[in-house]
């Protein structure tokens, strides 16, 4: 009969097996980002930032990712939106700084479930267009069965170099990305396990470009999205004071995806 190891690290169906367990597991795949940041009101982005974190700025952080040439997808790719925010955690035995993640959507199921379970970013499923461009020019669509809910623009004004280009390679190298890992309970209300991760990783920025960039949420009805429309729409109820930051970086991620851990 089936036995799990205790030095392997699984994801369902467990009975079909596993890999060992090994921390000094990397990610690397190649990584197109299109990032836009803005203002807006800190009241209301408080109410998705849980107890234990400070929020650092009324800010949402906005980013669309192509990834290609992924080592463990044995050289494939998909598209990433990330939201999230700057925040502090203050736990009884760690205090770190670091980007809270609102919601990611992924175009792919594998990495779904595994960032799910395994590091507790909150990822779910969506139609995301690889980048159009028309140089200057770049926009993305995001969408669920035919709906679309998000929309990227971006206009370059020229490419980002000496001390600035250090500057951006300097804050995208080490990234404390964190999750709330929640899995609940079978047949009642409440959580089996709720605890907050830390998922190290970064990007190898080789070349970047500023620019002027816009986003627009597009709220959602039930019938357009039934199981994630709320979420659409809080944060289409975030209002867009302005864009503090655009930016299209081209570079190499690294997602140190086994050395993940909970923060206490």
Request: glycine share 10%; charged share 20%.
């Amino acid at each position: 009969m089936f036995q799990p190891r205790s030095d392997f690290t699984y994801l369902m169906p467990v009975h079909f097996g596993g890999g060992k367990f090994d921390p000094g597991t990397i990610v690397t795949q190649r990584s197109t980002a299109l990032t836009l940041s803005y203002e807006t009101e800190r009241d209301l982005l408080e109410q998705y930032i849980p107890e234990g974190f400070e929020l650092l700025a009324p800010e949402v952080q906005v980013s669309f990712s192509k990834f290609t040439e992924i080592n463990w997808m044995q050289g494939g790719q998909y598209n990433l939106i990330n939201v999230a925010a700057p925040v502090r955690f203050h736990g009884e035995k760690d205090q770190l700084d670091g980007a809270y993640t609102l919601v990611v959507w992924e175009n792919k199921t594998a990495p779904i479930l595994g960032g799910r379970e395994q590091t507790g970013i909150p990822k779910i499923y969506a139609d995301i267009e690889d980048l159009h461009i028309v140089r200057p020019h770049y926009a993305t669509t995001v969408s669920y069965e035919g709906n679309t809910f998000l929309t990227l623009d971006f206009e370059a004004a020229g490419a980002i170099t000496g001390g600035d280009l250090d500057a951006v390679k300097t804050q995208m190298a080490s990234m404390n990305t964190l999750g709330w890992r929640y899995i609940p309970k079978v047949g009642a209300p409440g959580a089996e396990l709720s605890q907050f991760v830390l998922y190290p990783q970064g990007v190898e920025v080789e070349s970047a470009q500023a620019g002027v960039g816009s986003l627009r949420w597009t709220e959602l009805t039930p019938m357009q999205n039934p199981v994630q429309y709320y979420i659409v729409n809080s944060l289409a109820a975030l209002p867009v004071k302005r864009v503090t930051q655009a930016v299209l970086t081209e570079g190499k991620a690294v997602l140190h995806a086994m050395g993940a851990r909970v923060i206490e």
